[in-house]
């Protein structure tokens, strides 16, 4: 019997920034799976089954979701934000490729959810107002100088640019080095945005120029958003500044 699965995105922390949809697929479903932090963030009926893994276990929780799904359970697997971005929507889909053909009859549904860049971006202003890209700095799935390289292609070309995973205790040092790479490729004004913990009761938004960026700044549940030579810092007094990039090309180099 094939049961079901479901991939849902809580959003960024805060429960009203949870999709009505995204709610009802959780009060649906029986058995879940996450990374444990976000399925404490779910308050779990006594009938519903935790599996929480660590998040380094992604593809495996995949298929041991995938696995009861097959065998006709009503699975959820959770992710914060957005599920289809640097989360588990992806890791499900690649269990699915290279599992047994059975897996590709089960009734799977993606839900989206409000990712960490829209939720920091709100707050700031509309920094993602014109062409942008997300990046994760994160060396667990691809090789730094691939980072590197989307970078400087990504400055070059004129995006804003949201950093995803930007530092963590075993990376230490890679956000001071994209910022040094960034500065040799944009105006020392260009606003940058430390987004932390957006959503949640101990959120921090903080503004500065690229030339004062500094990775001590950022923090893993930071979400970085780097401006272009068009983007702009509206001061208000005592108000948070507004950054925003303008909808229309204005010209000059990125
Ligand atoms: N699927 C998630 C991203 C997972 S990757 C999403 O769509 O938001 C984890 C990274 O997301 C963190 O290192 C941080 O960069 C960012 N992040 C997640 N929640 C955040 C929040 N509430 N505020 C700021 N950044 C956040």
Redesign the pocket.
């Known amino acids: 019997m094939t049961g079901s699965l479901v991939v849902v ?1 809580t959003g ?2 805060n429960p009203e920034q949870m999709t009505p949809e995204a709610a009802a697929a959780i009060a649906a479903a029986e058995d879940f799976f996450g990374y444990f932090p976000y399925l404490d963030r779910l308050s779990l009926r006594h009938d519903q089954r935790r599996h929480a893994s660590d998040n380094r276990e992604e593809l495996a929780r995949a298929r041991e979701a995938l696995a009861m799904a097959a065998a006709g359970g009503k699975v959820c697997v959770v ?5 289809g ?3 588990m929507a992806a890791a499900v889909c690649e269990a699915l490729e290279a599992g047994p053909e059975e897996w590709r009859d089960i009734d799977l549904t993606i839900i989206p ?1 409000v ?3 829209l ?2 971006a709100a707050r700031a202003g509309a920094p993602l107002g014109h062409d942008f890209c997300a990046i ?1 700095l994160s060396t667990n799935l691809k090789p730094w100088h691939v980072i590197e390289e989307r970078i400087v292609a990504a400055a070059k070309a004129g995006f804003v640019m949201a ?4 530092i963590s205790k075993a990376r230490p040092n890679q956000l001071g080095a994209a910022f040094d790479l960034l500065r040799h490729h944009l105006p020392p004004s260009v606003p940058v945005i430390f ?6 009761p101990d ?1 921090a938004i903080r503004t500065v120029s690229l030339a004062d960026a500094a990775p001590e700044m950022a923090d ?5 958003i780097v401006g272009t030579s068009e983007t702009r810092v509206i001061e208000r007094g005592g108000k948070q500044p507004l950054v925003y990039s303008p909808r229309s090309y204005r010209g000059g180099s990125a």
Request: charged letters at 10%; proline letters at 9%.
């Open positions: 995105g960024p922390g992710s914060g934000g957005d599920p971005v640097f989360a959810g990712t960490a860049m939720a920091v994760s950093f995803y995973n930007p987004g932390r913990a957006a959503g949640r959120e893993m549940a930071t979400c970085i």
